[in-house]
């Protein structure tokens, strides 16, 4: 094998193997190092996909005990056999990781198997060897924040990795963090039988999204049995017997007390992952958050290294790394390439979903910007009702002299799917009144969406 390359990008995820596999396409040689012994980085092997995997099993055990019998469907002894949901959990993983070993070879990417380290411009070494490419690509993703005075066990003190892998369901599970990952994994054991409690530092969840939604999602959270503690902090954890104490206190000022649980997620937001590259013996610039400094082109400090993906600033989502993997493979290969940060949408996979694209509320408010808000409840959609999945509304936020849609937030059945119409219409500077006037097919949950962009301009017409 020849150790010249073209493009050698550092890590397998979302960022690094559609970046590769993009590369490739265009007639580049590349190469793509990985040390996880599968590719597909945390996307596929410990993040969205596992998730996904347990969220949709625990939904379907949930509903077939709790929502079946509305629907005049009797099931007796609805029993759980954790072992093979996580049996089938692994296997969705193996399938999609060989997924992308066999993209590698059909588009001609060489993995190179081991931690790469960059040992200078144009040079990375991977184990003894070492490879030369014209370009380079940091795609080494992100790792789980720590907190101070807890500490990670993976078996009672886990991150999302060891909560996706639990053998049994705790009785008292405490996920310290009400953000995206901690919703959705604490929904899944929720919905498994544990007893779930969130312990968040602020006085809402999901920071970030829309207010009002998050409000709603708190509500239909608690009423699935999840307990919150907003606006309180865990300042310490002790393992005895199996039995974790948590030493939590409100962040206001006032007594500690103590919560014991069985098992302690703590999922209080993930950082940037940049150890043993040598990026501060090569002079890579780092931020203040430890992320990779780039430019709107994804250039690092140091000419011909690039940064992609969790690794730079940004959201840290799978589809905004692919994104920025295939604007910088066509920029390398000479192409323009771009991505457009105001239209990436963010979904929360629980029941009901919680999706959104471009800004809330309260950003609006805060940048002074003059709008108008259409909203529509799940209630009054057709579709909806049939599905008895009433959960929720739509929102749309519009400028108030243009009528462009400047941000959409959903709660509800199906919002992740719902949201990508309204990401159309944002990419492509539609108006309110754009995705009101298109015809949407009846009963469906999309015309919850169109009913919002026609309560924009107060018109809606089923409610
Ligand atoms: C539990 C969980 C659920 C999630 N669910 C979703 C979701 O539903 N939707 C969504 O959009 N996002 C989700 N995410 C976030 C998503 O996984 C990340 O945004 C995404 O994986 C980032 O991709 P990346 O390519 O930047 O890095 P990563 O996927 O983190 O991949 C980086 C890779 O680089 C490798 N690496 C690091 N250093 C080196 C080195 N020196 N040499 C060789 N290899 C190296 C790592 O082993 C890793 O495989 C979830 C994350 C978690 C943890």
Redesign the pocket.
Known sequence: MSDAFDVIV?????????CAIRAAQLGLKVAC????AT??????????????ALLHSSENFAATQHDWAEHGIIVEGVKLDLARMQARKDDVVTANVRGVEFLFKKNKVTW?K????IAGPGRVR?GEAEYTAKHIVI??????SPLAGVVVDEKRIV???G??ELDHVPGHLVVIGGG??GL??GSVWRRLGARVSVVEFLDRLIPGNDGEIAKQFERILARQGIKFRLSCKVTGATVNDGVVTLTVEPVAGGAAEEIIADVVLL?VG?RA?????GLAEVGVALDRAGRVVTDGHFATNIPGIYA?????AG????????D??VALAELLAGKPGHVNYEAIP????TWPEVASVGRTEEQLKAENIAYRVGKFPFTANGRARAMGCTDGFVKILADKTTDRILGCHIIGPDAGTLIAEVVTAIEFGASAEDVARICHAHPSLNEAVKEAALAVDGRAIHI
Do not use: Q, W
Request: glycine share 18%; proline share 4%; aromatic share 4%.
């Open positions: 550092i890590g397998s995820g979302p960022g690094g193997y559609v190092v990985e040390k996880r590719l597909g980085g945390t996307c596929l092997n410990i993040g969205c996909i596992p998730s996904k190179l081991g931690e790469g380290r991977v795609a080494t993703g992100s790792e789980s991150t999302s990795t909560a996706l995206v990952i959705e994994l999922a993930r992952f940049t150890e043993g590259l992609i993906g969790d690794v730079i959201p840290m989502l799978a589809h905004k790394a692919e920025e993997g963010g979904v929360v996979y």
